[in-house]
């Protein structure tokens, strides 16, 4: 069995700080489970370009507010607590933060823990492991 917690993980090497937002990384591929889980803070006023090319990822939003764009047909989706996207096609997309939001990321394949996004918006297969931090 594998227990963390978040205000702990936060503290240490787990989390990564970006352009516009910060994730703590808790459940990475070193763990093998088959995909990753991540609290993600996406900070107030933060206008990402992602496209996430070599993963699929769900998130669901615990608080804030904004919004997702799919840039293929421009379609704007309010994000706000209760609100899970699925980018199940590897979708271009846009979000928006209003306001700070706090959301619960789940990725496959999942991540090694020290990716940030490079130029395309993406994460690379593979990335630098976070030590085993339990």
């Given at each position: 069995?594998?227990?963390?917690?978040?205000?702990?993980?936060?503290?240490?090497?787990?989390?990564?700080?970006?352009?516009?937002?910060?994730s703590t990384r808790l459940l990475l591929k070193n763990d093998n489970m088959g995909f990753s889980f991540h609290i993600t803070t996406i900070y107030e006023g933060a206008n990402l370009n992602l496209h996430y090319q070599n993963h699929l990822e769900s998130v669901y939003c615990m608080s804030g507010e904004g919004e997702v764009e799919t840039v293929a047909d421009g379609k704007v989706y309010p994000i706000q607590p209760g609100t899970i996207y699925i980018l199940d096609k590897h979708d271009k997309h846009i979000l928006r933060a209003k306001t700070e939001m706090k959301m619960a990321c789940v990725f496959n394949p999942p991540l090694h823990g020290k990716e940030v996004h490079n130029a395309e918006g993406a994460y690379e297969l593979e990335a630098e492991e976070v030590s085993d931090n339990k």
């Open positions: 069995m594998i227990v963390r917690n978040l205000q702990e993980a936060e503290k240490g090497n787990r989390r990564i700080v970006s352009e516009g937002w910060e």
